[in-house]
């Protein structure tokens, strides 16, 4: 079945950086969009970072742009995002998201920066 496996959250001070992956499975990884979410609570999930699939073109919300990165290895099945220059306001449950005529989710990741 298809499974979304997000790790590398964690309580990290303000200017620090995390690594979320994401594990794959289940389904045919390198024809799907992959992308980033995050939720703070009392808050709407938004769109943080897309990768696409054919070429890895990659954009970002304005509020990480310059901080966040996001990849992706085909072989691995995995998509990551380097989080540098962390904020406060970074703290939220990140997700990642397979997307192509469908979307899967993954259970998501808590990042949480505080000092």
């Known amino acids: 079945q298809v499974q979304l496996v997000e790790s590398g959250g964690g309580l990290v001070q303000p200017g620090g950086s995390l690594r979320l992956s994401c594990a794959a499975s289940?389904?045919?990884?390198?024809?799907?969009?992959m992308k980033w979410y995050r939720q703070a609570p009392g808050k709407e999930r938004e769109l943080v970072a897309a990768?696409?699939?054919?070429?890895?073109?990659?954009n970002y919300a304005d509020s990480v742009k310059g901080r966040f990165t996001i990849s992706r290895d085909n072989a691995k099945n995995t998509v990551y995002l380097q989080m540098n220059s962390l904020k406060p306001e970074d703290t939220a449950v990140y997700y990642c998201?397979?997307?192509?005529?469908?979307?899967?989710w993954g259970q998501g990741a808590q990042v949480t920066v505080s000092s």
């Open positions: 998201s397979a997307q192509r005529f469908v979307a899967y």
């Open positions: 990768i696409t699939s054919v070429d890895s073109r990659t």
């Open positions: 289940g389904f045919t990884f390198s024809n799907y969009a």
